[in-house]
């Protein structure tokens, strides 16, 4: 991407050299990740979401669209080089593998995570919950509603059953794919870095009217 123009002058003659920037992420929101995945699929965004944190989940999301929320991923990036995937009805179809449209797998930017000052203040309020037996289960509480600038890569899938196979060992097996807490997710951001944290109070009160 072009971001501008500078001028040298070089043997008494002006020449004029463009300056080449780095692609930056693509600023968007969580509706509009939610509403096309498919245009955003593999690419570095950059969000405003809250963060919803729970036993065996962890979630963002925006207040301004119901459209659900985008699991809170880790990368477990693995070498895709060698393994194909095919989309398949049941798995009476890996009977007939020579008959299946088979593709070679995506390889995805690794993603590191940033652990600077942004992070580490998340950090501190997200892992703050309120301890009540009778009310709040073990992560369910949280002390605070934590919103943040989130960049990251973003993953869809659309949990298809698919077969699998390894070109070097013949293996094959099926999966429908997704992500988190027992693949249930469609949706993940593998995040880099959070910025801009802010961190609002939620009394236990909040929680002891749900009882």
């Not at 070089?10 to 509403?35: D, N, R, Y």
């Not at 009805?89 to 600077?116: F, G, V, Y």
């Amino acid at each position: 991407m072009i971001a501008g123009m500078c001028a040298l002058l070089v043997g008494g003659s002006v020449v004029v050299v463009a300056e080449v920037k780095a692609e930056g992420p693509i600023k968007t929101t969580v509706c509009e990740l939610l509403g096309h995945p498919e245009r955003f699929n593999g690419k570095v965004v950059q969000i405003r979401a809250t963060i919803r944190v729970g036993f065996e989940f962890s979630v963002l999301f925006d207040d301004s669209c119901d459209k659900g929320g985008i699991w809170n991923g880790s990368d477990d990036f693995t070498d895709a080089s060698g393994v194909q995937f095919a989309y398949i009805t049941s798995e009476a179809d890996l009977q007939r593998p020579e008959l299946l449209n088979w593709h070679s797998r995506a390889r995805l930017r690794p993603i590191t995570h940033r652990k600077d000052e942004g992070f580490q203040t998340f950090v501190k309020y997200v892992d703050q919950y309120h301890f009540e037996p009778e009310v709040c289960i073990i992560f369910e509480c949280s002390k605070f509603k934590v919103t943040a600038t989130f960049i990251g890569r973003f993953d869809f899938d659309d949990r298809r059953l698919r077969a699998f196979r390894n070109t070097s060992t013949g293996k094959m097996w099926t999966s429908t794919g997704g992500f988190g807490h027992l693949n249930m997710a469609s949706f993940q951001l593998v995040w880099q870095s959070v910025s801009d944290v802010v961190a609002v109070p939620i009394p236990l009160s909040a929680y002891l009217k749900r009882k």
